[in-house]
């Protein structure tokens, strides 16, 4: 696994739950962010369920968490992880299932694994 699907949620270029998947099949990794479950000033609102459905349909081993906050009119980044976070858990997402998402397959990414 030594690629990532960017912002595959995203509306401008969205993908279906059978294309992240097939691409997740291939080795990609694909990327979850704060941002469609974080309401912010200039962007609308969408549906934070879609991205636990994918988290959990694609499966932790397959994705990971970027924050995508730190611009002028959105929550800093650390403290937009920490909500993001927090929402994981509060909608069902394990705790070792964040750490991957969060730490290890990342590193992998990286190759700091």
Known sequence: MRATLDHPLLELNKLLMDEM????????????????????????????????????????????????FGQVLHMDTVDGMRV??????????????VRKMLVDNPAKLMWLD
């Not at 694909?30 to 000033?41: A, D, E, N």
């Not at 993001?84 to 299932?97: C, E, M, N």
């Open 21 to 68: 998947k097939a691409l997740a099949d291939l080795g990609v990794c694909v990327g979850t962010y704060c941002r469609p479950m974080i309401p912010s000033l200039y962007q609308p609102v969408a549906d934070p369920m879609e991205t636990i459905a994918a988290m959990k349909e694609i499966g932790p081993e397959r994705c990971i968490i970027g924050s995508d």
């Open 84 to 97: 993001f976070l927090r929402a994981l858990l509060a909608f069902g997402i394990k705790k070792q299932d």
